[in-house]
């Protein structure tokens, strides 16, 4: 599925290093500003301790997770909705993203620059969303332009169209972002034709240092508390550190993780939070010969289920036999979950919802 998040933030933050520790990639990770200038992509599997369980149990031959990509952004400076810093072509790898991952640095270290000489994470983040939010009312404001040609000749959708560019532009310019603003039906298509910059979701990686990782910080929490006053997710991490955890084989990545006081690595997190963000969930088909994780979005009905495995099972779809994941692991077996009268058919009206187990009926 072509849906990706876009890591951004200010120059030297430690996209890169993120971006290296989620996707094993060699991506320039440099102390100084700009190292990265073309987008790095990558894809990454998300980790699900379902997909392990039914893989066992099954015993499977082959077992296949699920994925998300992530998009390396060069970092964005104060004037980049004018150009400044490359913005312009930075903006735009934004533009193409679905969801934002913006990374923010929440340690001291005098021997990582910051590019405005001090480290006050809240300032950062308001940077970049003033930069964001310019260019969203310079599209807003050409948008308006078209429009109102129209409306003059007394086109009904034109002047509604008009009049929520209008209030739109107002919330823009009091300085908040397109995702907060409130719409009905017929305004969300025509913000969402814009795809506007604030529009997008947001996650908040808080990178910090080890200290920041066992104990926390003033800037750590200065971050969550915005995150939580925005209905945002804030997922700290240590980037220096899922780096170096990211190269250990699995016994001593497991030894680390204890010492740091860790369940796992805290990419995980980012991994399954960005998954989320992008409106993403999870269905399996588990058998002998394979147990696969599957992509589709959050409200795909069973026949656009079946179609992300091959589009003629959604052409010829009949039904689908349904069971939840939950049901499965309380009960510890398919049989088991049929004796209990869980084990469903469903139409081609059923949504699927995240951890159901499928297998599709469908004619050729």
């Not at 933030?9 to 993120?18: A, C």
């Not at 987008?39 to 499977?60: C, F, H, K, M």
């Not at 739109?168 to 969402?192: M, W």
């Not at 990419?267 to 058998?287: D, K, N």
Request: some cysteine; charged content about 25%; proline content about 4%.
């Amino acid at each position: 599925m072509a849906i990706a998040c876009g890591i951004v933030g200010l120059p030297n933050v430690g996209k890169s290093t993120l971006f290296n520790a989620l996707t094993s990639n060699e991506a320039e990770a440099a102390n100084y500003p700009f190292c990265t200038i073309e987008p790095n992509q990558g894809i990454v599997p998300v980790p699900d301790p379902r997909l392990s369980a039914l893989a066992g149990a099954y015993e499977t031959d082959r077992e296949v997770p699920t994925t998300v990509e992530f998009v390396d952004i060069a970092g964005l400076v104060k004037g980049a909705s004018k150009g400044e810093g490359l913005g312009n072509q930075f903006l735009g790898n934004i533009r193409a993203c679905d969801a934002v991952a913006h990374v923010v640095r929440c340690f001291d270290e005098e021997n990582v620059v910051h590019v405005h000489g001090k480290v006050d994470p809240l300032h950062d983040i308001d940077i970049i969303e003033t930069e964001l939010i310019l260019k969203d009312v310079e599209s807003v404001d050409k948008m308006m332009l078209n429009v109102q040609k129209k409306a003059r000749s007394n086109d009904k959708d034109a002047k509604e169209e008009l009049a929520t560019l209008e209030q739109l532009q107002k919330h823009l310019d009091g300085g908040a972002p397109a995702r907060t603003f409130a719409r009905d039906d017929k305004a969300a298509s025509v913000i969402s034709a814009m795809q506007l910059l604030t529009d997008k979701p947001v996650m908040y990686i808080a990178n910090t240092d080890e200290a920041g990782v066992r104990e926390g910080n003033d800037m750590l929490s200065a971050v969550r508390k915005r995150a939580e006053a925005e209905g945002a997710v804030m997922v700290p991490i240590c980037a220096k550190i899922e780096a170096e955890i990211a190269l250990l084989d699995e016994e001593d990545r497991t030894l680390f993780l204890q010492d740091l006081g860790m369940a796992e690595p805290g990419l995980h997190r980012v991994i399954r939070e960005a998954y989320r963000l992008l409106g993403l969930i999870t269905y399996f088909t588990a058998g002998k010969k394979e147990t696969r994780a599957w992509t589709v979005r959050a409200g795909s009905t069973a026949p656009q289920a079946a179609g992300v495995i091959h589009s003629d099972f959604e052409k010829g779809f009949i039904r689908a036999e349904v069971m939840k994941y939950a049901d499965w692991d309380r009960l510890k077996s398919e049989q088991a979950v049929r004796d209990a009268g869980l084990y469903r058919i469903e139409g081609k009206e059923y949504i699927v919802q995240d951890g159901d187990i499928m297998y599709f009926r469908f004619n050729v």
